[in-house]
């Protein structure tokens, strides 16, 4: 079975030369190529997870180089779930991108860029999960970030291109902090693996540990966007096309999340930095919430729920429990598919209204009551409405919060009392403006939302009554026509043209990730035992280090 282990990075990897070599002279062989290829990881990460579960860490040497020489791959409970739900996650977003790209009929679409790019990032996430020492988990985070800058600037239009030179400096910096971290590292231990700083990290001086703690856990603050390093990424996301900003928002972020939890058990137990990482969560659930209410676009307010519900996960790693570490890893498993589900509804709805600006739309629950509920499930799972999976990770949270006594816990309790009676305030108020209410004098007529080259809105970005401030949307100046009729209209470079049917593959995948959402509600039991046994694994670190050492 450990054969099994490096197979999650080296299949994409592959792919990604096959769909290059095919390229746009056979777009169905491309397609198929990343559907079979992201349901065999889909697989084998399920495999992984059970096999992780049952007979304890799995791990490989590449090319049988034992540590600190060569690189170790290492799939555990922790692992092997975050494995799982991205490449599920990963598949539904491939699937509803592919529903895009046949309803669009674009021929000028670089699908030839878009599908290997995505087979990167992919290997990417990968490779960050089952990474078993520092150096390895610095090449997945390269790895994500040329695919990422590939991804969010595709089409190349003004918008795109200034949101993805932001999200590479941010990236960037991140990255030379990370180097010099793993630098220090080497220096004092004489190691970057996992395992070995285990035992090596606790014989250093106090200071020495707690600096390059300090810092690994800023460069993962960075990724996973924790309140104050978070600024970047309201205006970097909204902007991409709506699988890419979906997979970004449900998965990336949490790979910093993974991070953490990761290193603050395996390399620095004893929860020296825990009340920083208390107040980080707090700002980050309190300022990002608020920030979501002040939004009038949907996507940039999903954006904001998204910087605050990271929050609710630092906050289980700050508490540093056995409870609060089971429940951090709930609650990140639950929002990868929920947040991904909000974002690709984010595209629905603009392909269905013409604009996720919401003082713009309206009447959406009777003119698509599908999408309606489409929407309302995960908005709903996301508040943590009983019995839905977002309420079983916040009670978890929470109950270790109350058990753990301390000042910072009992602050975050109320913190995320507050915090999700602030997220149901803002879903309600999605549902009330695009869904509830009857359509505003003056909508965009219903239609599909068509990617376009064009960058002729840049020049007239800051001109007319429509354009809307601070929400990165361009100005929507609408001629009615009938159904199915093309529209004059042009919305960060989209054409529209008008229809009443929604791609059904988009659809069906955006269906998926709802059901994926609701089987962690059904399976909750399950699910709470797995996490809880992935958290005392962490605790423990024996199982893992005896894995990669043999000892």
């Known amino acids: 079975m450990n054969a099994l282990v490096p197979l999650p990075v080296l299949l994409p990897l592959c792919a990604t030369g096959l769909s290059l070599a095919v390229g746009t002279r056979l777009k169905q062989v491309q397609r198929f190529v990343s559907v079979a290829v992201l349901t065999a990881v889909l697989g084998l990460s399920l495999t992984l997870m059970v096999v992780a579960d049952t007979r304890g860490p799995l791990t490989v040497h590449l090319g049988d180089f034992a540590p600190p020489l060569g690189i170790t791959l290492v799939a555990d409970r922790l692992s092997g779930l975050m494995l799982s739900v991205s490449s599920a996650v990963t598949l539904c977003v491939l699937i509803y991108s592919l529903g895009q790209g046949m309803a669009d009929r674009d021929e000028e679409t670089p699908v030839a860029v878009f599908h290997p790019a995505y087979l990167i990032l992919v290997a990417g996430v990968s490779c960050t999960f089952l990474s078993g020492d520092l150096v390895n988990l610095y090449v997945g985070f390269e790895i994500m970030l040329v695919a990422s800058f590939v991804l969010l600037t595709l089409g190349g239009t003004g918008p795109r291109v200034r949101a993805g030179s932001t999200y590479v400096i941010i990236s960037l910096f991140s990255s030379m902090l990370f180097l010099t971290a793993i630098a220090m590292t080497y220096a004092a231990t004489g190691t970057a693996n996992f395992a070995q700083l285990a035992g090596r990290l606790a014989e250093l001086p106090l200071g020495v540990q707690t600096l390059i703690q300090a810092i690994l856990l800023t460069v993962f603050a960075i990724k996973a966007a924790v309140f104050p390093l978070a600024a970047w990424l309201p205006d970097s996301y909204p902007t991409a096309p709506a699988p890419v900003t979906a997979v970004f928002a449900g998965l990336l972020t949490?790979?910093?999340?993974?991070?953490?939890?990761?290193?603050?058990?395996?390399?620095?137990?004893?929860?020296?930095?825990?009340?920083?990482?208390?107040?980080?969560?707090?700002?980050?659930?309190?300022?990002?919430?608020?920030?979501?209410?002040?939004?009038?676009?949907?996507?940039?307010?999903?954006?904001?729920?998204?910087?605050?519900?990271?929050?609710?996960?630092?906050?289980?790693?700050?508490?540093?429990?056995?409870?609060?570490?089971?429940?951090?890893?709930?609650?990140?498993?639950?929002?990868?598919?929920?947040?991904?589900?909000?974002?690709?509804?984010?595209?629905?709805?603009?392909?269905?209204?013409?604009?996720?600006?919401?003082?713009?739309?309206?009447?959406?629950?009777?003119?698509?009551?599908?999408?309606?509920?489409?929407?309302?499930?995960?908005?709903?799972?996301?508040?943590?409405?009983?019995?839905?999976?977002?309420?079983?990770?916040?009670?978890?949270?929470?109950?270790?919060?109350?058990?753990?006594?301390?000042?910072?816990?009992?602050?975050?309790?109320?913190?995320?009392?507050?915090?999700?009676?602030?997220?149901?305030?803002?879903?309600?108020?999605?549902?009330?403006?695009?869904?509830?209410?009857?359509?505003?004098?003056?909508?965009?007529?219903?239609?599909?939302?068509?990617?376009?080259?064009?960058?002729?809105?840049?020049?007239?970005?800051?001109?007319?009554?429509?354009?809307?401030?601070?929400?990165?949307?361009?100005?929507?100046?609408?001629?009615?026509?009938?159904?199915?009729?093309?529209?004059?209209?042009?919305?960060?470079?989209?054409?529209?043209?008008?229809?009443?049917?929604?791609?059904?593959?988009?659809?069906?995948?955006?269906?998926?990730?709802?059901?994926?959402?609701?089987?962690?509600?059904?399976?909750?039991?399950?699910?709470?035992?797995?996490?809880?046994?992935?958290?005392?694994?962490?605790?423990?670190?024996?199982?893992?280090?005896?894995?990669?050492?043999?000892?």
């Open 254 to 551: 949490k790979v910093g999340v993974y991070c953490m939890l990761r290193t603050e058990t395996l390399l620095f137990p004893g929860n020296r930095l825990g009340d920083l990482l208390m107040a980080a969560a707090l700002a980050s659930m309190v300022i990002g919430i608020l920030g979501a209410v002040a939004q009038t676009d949907l996507k940039r307010l999903l954006s904001f729920t998204l910087i605050s519900h990271i929050g609710f996960m630092v906050f289980g790693i700050g508490l540093a429990t056995r409870d609060a570490y089971g429940g951090a890893i709930v609650y990140v498993a639950h929002h990868i598919t929920v947040q991904t589900t909000l974002f690709l509804v984010a595209g629905l709805i603009e392909r269905r209204g013409g604009t996720t600006e919401l003082t713009r739309i309206g009447g959406l629950a009777k003119a698509a009551p599908l999408l309606a509920t489409l929407f309302f499930v995960p908005a709903m799972n996301l508040a943590g409405i009983p019995p839905l999976s977002g309420f079983i990770g916040k009670l978890a949270l929470m109950r270790a919060g109350v058990a753990d006594g301390g000042v910072w816990a009992w602050i975050l309790v109320v913190g995320s009392a507050v915090t999700s009676l602030l997220t149901l305030y803002v879903t309600a108020k999605v549902w009330n403006l695009a869904f509830w209410r009857a359509a505003p004098p003056g909508q965009v007529a219903y239609g599909t939302v068509l990617e376009s080259d064009s960058e002729e809105e840049d020049n007239d970005a800051d001109e007319g009554p429509d354009h809307i401030r601070g929400s990165g949307d361009e100005p929507v100046r609408p001629r009615h026509q009938p159904a199915g009729r093309a529209v004059a209209a042009t919305l960060h470079g989209h054409a529209v043209t008008t229809t009443t049917q929604l791609p059904r593959l988009m659809t069906a995948a955006t269906a998926a990730t709802v059901v994926l959402g609701l089987a962690f509600t059904v399976l909750g039991g399950p699910l709470t035992s797995y996490t809880d046994r992935a958290a005392a694994e962490l605790i423990a670190r024996t199982p893992y280090v005896e894995a990669v050492l043999g000892r």
